[in-house]
């Protein structure tokens, strides 16, 4: 079947503007994750979605930062007063239930903040 | 703190030349292991999840192995498609199911 999908692939924005980035993640996929990738870094951890709920945000790195999952299905990372250092590729994954299991990613949106 | 550290951080090998990657991992109780592809511009690609030391897994040219300090990803006579960077992950008990990366391993691999 269809793998995870993101859209936009690429965002050009103006500091100080706000952005939503989308995941859509595998079908039947309960869990999913937000991560965030800079340049020459692996992946970051950003925030896990057990079904409709926020089950560790634990990596989100400031209140400007928030996403949502109101279905249990797609979900919506967003970005308030973006700041140059917010440029980086934001990576969604999603796994069949969570726990310790194979996280499956998509391929990213670049967010390039002016 | 749980720590992923990948090395070398880049490597140039002939078609044919095999080597190996290293990921050395200081966690306080390992899940899981993994190890994923990921080409330019592109999301991470999976290879292979190791949960015990001794553990060793094999797809193609590829072969992952496990201790309790380390994962060596084994590539044996490689070949240009084979050009990647090569990502190490675990997921530890402490730390909820987020994956922590290392900053991976850039192969080049020339005809």
């Known amino acids: 079947g269809a793998g995870v999908s993101q859209t936009p692939s690429n965002k050009v924005t103006e500091k100080g503007k706000y952005v939503e980035l989308r995941c859509d993640p595998i079908?039947?996929?309960?869990?999913l994750y937000w991560y965030r990738q800079s340049l020459g870094q692996g992946p970051e951890f950003l925030i896990y979605?057990?079904?409709?709920?926020?089950?560790?945000d634990s990596g989100l790195p400031n209140d400007r930062f928030f996403a949502v999952r109101p279905e249990g299905s797609v979900s919506t990372l967003k970005i308030q007063r973006t700041e140059r250092g917010d440029s980086a590729v934001y990576l969604c994954?999603?796994?069949?239930?969570?726990?310790?299991?194979?996280?499956?990613f998509g391929p990213g949106t670049r967010l390039l903040v002016l | 703190e749980d720590q992923v550290t990948q090395s070398p951080e880049a490597l140039r090998l002939q078609e044919g030349e095999s080597s190996s990657l290293n990921c050395s991992y200081t966690?306080?109780?390992?899940?899981?292991l993994f190890w994923y592809r990921q080409d330019p511009g592109k999301g991470p690609e999976f290879l292979f999840t190791?949960?015990?030391a001794g553990e060793e897994k094999e797809k193609e040219r590829l072969k992952a192995t496990l201790t309790k300090k380390e994962s060596f990803l084994h590539i044996t006579a490689p070949k240009p498609e084979d050009s990647a960077t090569y990502l190490c992950?675990?997921?530890?008990?402490?730390?909820?199911?987020?994956?922590?990366f290392g900053k991976g391993t850039s192969l080049l691999v020339t005809p």
């Open positions: 994954a999603s796994s069949f239930q969570g726990s310790w299991e194979t996280q499956y």
């Open positions: 079908s039947g996929h309960t869990a």
């Open positions: 979605f057990q079904g409709t709920g926020a089950a560790d």
């Open positions: 966690v306080s109780g390992l899940r899981g």
């Open positions: 190791l949960y015990s």
């Open positions: 992950a675990v997921q530890a008990g402490g730390s909820g199911y987020a994956l922590n």
